[in-house]
């Protein structure tokens, strides 16, 4: 390959942290967690994508310890004595092959139906009981709810940096509990937690700043949010830079470190008369490093290139402008998903211009680990 990829191959630090290169593996709910804990084959799955040369694995969505949390069969728990076990496993596998891990901190929301583990009786819990607008689902959160699952972030956190673990991401994109406070679409609340974007934003802000307070100043707390809701991928939670910098402010102040700002394709500008992604913004506005994401290594998002197309494979492309940006310093971090999904030597392919040989992302893969 002729371009130069230094960008990709550079170290990053972040307060006690130093990531061995920019390249993160992105959180990909995966199902294969049967009785809530990782097993064996989690820990060599993510075994492999450090062994690749990644330099964070962000886990897959792992939920906190509130009864409403989950929303799917198989997905890993963080919290009970089995699950964090498990998870310790992966932090020891990872970092054995010389990478660094967080987990996706998760609770689902309005998404969840009745019926779904742990207890089927448990119904979906969001800030107005709208899965989306229009569309109830479940029960509005009182204030005692906005309290507890709080705290069932603020424990996640902590168990995780007694587990080892290089810092947290916190789950707040995609139409799920965090996103649901978030937009005004499914936010309809009257009270401290609804109406203007301060109030909004202000869930979320508390979860930052008790897991702030659980782990320290010196451990590193990543947020990913996005525009796009699986409710809707044309919604938005801010429609200028000026928005977005409003949107912004109060969870620096709370605490997080890292933006991950998590768009369908990565080489789309995010407002007209610029060619800035969000994470390009988010990184500009902020004065925080961010992470982009979105069909890195491949010319399709992963709802139409995934499940919405008829094709077993998804066409790869090249990674050239994804480079350009970096050297441009939109953003300091790139995600990558699918790839390194069907591929786990997808990096070290492209780092010594074998790209011949990646594996092309295919609808099988999504039903096994390897």
Known sequence: MSMNLGPLFEPFEIHNLTLRNRVAMAPMTRNFSPGNAPGQDVV???????????????????????PAANGYPNVPFFHGDKALAGWKEVVDAVHEAGGAIFPQLWHVGAVRKEGIEPDPSVPGYSPSGLFAPGKPNGKAMSVEDIADVVNAFADAAQDARALGFDGVEIHGAHGYLLDQFLWEGTNQRDDEYGGSMENR???VVEIIEAVRFRVGPDFPIMLRFSQW???????RLVNTPAELEQFLTPLVEAGVDIFHASTRRFWEPEFEGSSLNLAGWTQKLSGKPTMSVGSVGLTEDFISGTFASK?????????????????????????????????PEWLVKVKEGRTAEVEAFARKSLTKLY
């Open 44 to 66: 060599d799955y993510y075994r492999r994508r450090a062994e690749g040369g990644v330099g964070l694995l962000i886990t897959e969505g792992t939920t906190v310890n509130h």
């Open 201 to 203: 934003l202000r869930f």
């Open 229 to 235: 809701k699986q409710q809707d991928y044309e919604a």
């Open 311 to 343: 094709k077993e494979a998804v066409e790869q492309s090249g990674i050239d402008e994804l480079v350009e940006r970096m050297n441009n310093n939109e953003f300091e971090l790139i995600a990558v998903g699918r790839a390194l999904l069907q591929d």
